[in-house]
């Protein structure tokens, strides 16, 4: 588990950034770690990951790596409309206070 692995590197409560950004995160088996949302709110037209919103790419490594539906690993292409897609891996793009409609 990963938290088992981080527990691991911790000293009291603080666990160094470095081994905690480095850990991928582990999901059962029926987690969907990326999924369609509703427009608004968080979704991939508002992170911070997103390369290039044309050919729907994600920068982000973790997301990179993982595979779902319509998603295969290594693959950096978002399944479906940047607007109607989010994942666990999400992070909003600085100075954003709302989302984009």
Not at 10 to 34: R, S
Not at 53 to 70: D, L, M, T, V, Y
């Amino acid at each position: 588990m990963a938290l088992r692995r981080l527990r691991e590197h911790t000293v009291g409560n603080f666990v160094p950034i470095k081994e905690a950004a480095a850990t991928m995160p582990e999901f059962d088996e029926n987690h969907l770690a990326g999924d369609e949302v509703p427009k608004g709110g968080s979704m991939c037209a508002n992170c911070k990951y997103l390369k290039d919103a044309k050919r729907r790419i994600c920068g982000e490594k973790s997301f990179i790596k993982w595979q779902g539906p319509n998603k295969p690993a290594g693959s950096p292409v978002i399944p479906l409309s940047i607007d109607r897609y989010c994942s666990d891996f999400y992070k909003a793009k600085p100075g954003l206070t709302k989302g984009v409609r």
